[in-house]
């Protein structure tokens, strides 16, 4: 019975181990879709097989392991390279025009289309 | 006369927009961000290229007043050109050149140093980029001026040294002191 107890014990943790530092690619695929490749644009660095998002990911990889969490991650390549990198701005200063102007725009087409309806 | 009114604005939309694209043309599409904020982590690990100890960045940084902290690789034939400006800044005494290998073949990479000479005071190695990263930077070649006692990036060039970058770079490096 002891000698189960300690092989079934034995057994979970490895399987632990190899869940907690075993690669976890779809994590990484999910954070650097949110990357955009500075050095091929357009491109996110998931797409991307530039030396830079090959680094990138790697670097993600082991973001990952050291136990940070995604907004660790995207606030740590902010600090690096700037709000550029990530593919959904936040909003600030810089950005406002960008958020607030296709609503400004929505609005005005809206009433343009009001106008038009309402005179005919 | 509504006519008239509609062909100067169309008229006038298409001048405008064709400046802007114009101007566009004229600016580097290599965004890079303010530098201000960026204090770089020294901490990162890293060996060395001719030893197989290990050091960090802030130790390699630390015995003069400025550190020119250069990426380059074998297989970058830009870094092949701008490698003599690298020699030429050898000579200046206030700064120390540390060389960072970006993903390269050791053998290779001596074979280079062996070749073209060796501006470097130190010479860490990069395997796998990743130091690159956490310095913020884009690839190879790259040079970040570092002011030793701030720990700072003062300056940074993305792509080769060329004669007006080193001027600038001197400049610099004087005016700071």
Same mark, same amino acid.
């Given at each position: 019975?002891?000698?189960?107890?300690?092989?079934?014990?034995?057994?979970?943790?490895?399987?632990?181990?190899? %869940?907690?530092? &075993?690669? $976890?690619? /779809?994590?990484?695929?999910?954070?650097? =879709?949110?990357?955009?490749?500075?050095?091929?644009?357009?491109?996110?660095?998931?797409?991307?097989?530039?030396?830079?998002?090959?680094?990138?990911?790697?670097?993600?990889?082991?973001? %990952?392991?050291? &136990?940070? $969490?995604? /907004?660790?991650?995207?606030?740590?390549? =902010?600090?690096?390279?700037?709000?550029?990198?990530?593919?959904?701005?936040?909003?600030?200063?810089?950005?406002?025009?960008?958020?607030?102007?296709?609503?400004?725009?929505?609005?005005?087409?809206?009433?343009?289309?009001?106008?038009?309806?309402?005179?005919? | 006369?509504?006519?008239?009114?509609?062909?100067?604005?169309?008229?006038?939309?298409?001048?405008?927009?064709?400046?802007?694209?114009?101007?566009?043309?004229?600016?580097?599409?290599?965004?890079?961000?303010?530098?201000?904020?960026?204090?770089?982590?020294?901490?990162?690990?890293?060996?060395?290229?001719?030893?197989?100890?290990?050091?960090?960045?802030?130790?390699?940084?630390?015995?003069?007043?400025?550190?020119?902290?250069?990426?380059?690789?074998?297989?970058?034939?830009?870094?092949?050109?701008?490698?003599?400006?690298?020699?030429?800044?050898?000579?200046?005494?206030?700064?120390?050149?540390?060389?960072?290998?970006?993903?390269?073949?050791?053998?290779?990479?001596?074979?280079?140093?062996?070749?073209?000479?060796?501006?470097?005071?130190?010479?860490?190695?990069?395997?796998?980029?990743?130091?690159?990263?956490?310095?913020?930077?884009?690839?190879?070649?790259?040079?970040?001026?570092?002011?030793?006692?701030?720990?700072?990036?003062?300056?940074?060039?993305?792509?080769?040294?060329?004669?007006?970058?080193?001027?600038?770079?001197?400049?610099?490096?004087?005016?700071?002191?």
């Amino acid at each position: 019975m002891k000698i189960k107890i300690l092989v079934l014990t034995v057994f979970y943790l490895i399987s632990f181990l190899n %869940i907690s530092h &075993g690669a $976890n690619p /779809e994590k990484v695929n999910q954070i650097s =879709k949110n990357l955009r490749c500075l050095i091929c644009q357009g491109q996110s660095v998931y797409d991307s097989q530039s030396d830079f998002a090959l680094s990138m990911k790697i670097l993600i990889q082991n973001k %990952i392991d050291e &136990g940070k $969490n995604d /907004e660790e991650i995207y606030d740590f390549l =902010k600090s690096k390279y700037g709000e550029w990198i990530v593919y959904d701005p936040e909003i600030n200063k810089k950005t406002v025009l960008l958020w607030v102007l296709p609503l400004i725009l929505f609005i005005f087409g809206g009433i343009l289309i009001l106008r038009k309806v309402s005179i005919s | 006369m509504v006519k008239n009114i509609k062909l100067i604005a169309v008229v006038s939309l298409v001048i405008v927009s064709f400046f802007i694209l114009l101007k566009g043309l004229n600016k580097t599409n290599n965004y890079s961000p303010d530098l201000n904020s960026s204090k770089i982590d020294f901490n990162f690990k890293a060996k060395f290229l001719y030893s197989n100890e290990e050091t960090t960045l802030y130790e390699l940084i630390n015995d003069k007043d400025f550190s020119i902290v250069n990426i380059w690789a074998s297989w970058c034939l830009p870094c092949r050109d701008e490698h003599s400006f690298l020699l030429n800044l050898k000579s200046l005494d206030k700064l120390n050149i540390i060389g960072i290998n970006y993903k390269d073949n050791e053998i290779n990479a001596k074979k280079f140093i062996k070749e073209l000479g060796n501006p470097y005071s130190k010479i860490v190695v990069d395997p796998s980029g990743v130091n690159s990263i956490e310095l913020g930077a884009y690839g190879v070649p790259e040079t970040f001026i570092v002011d030793n006692k701030t720990k700072t990036i003062l300056k940074k060039y993305i792509g080769p040294l060329d004669d007006e970058k080193l001027a600038e770079l001197k400049m610099i490096i004087k005016n700071e002191n």
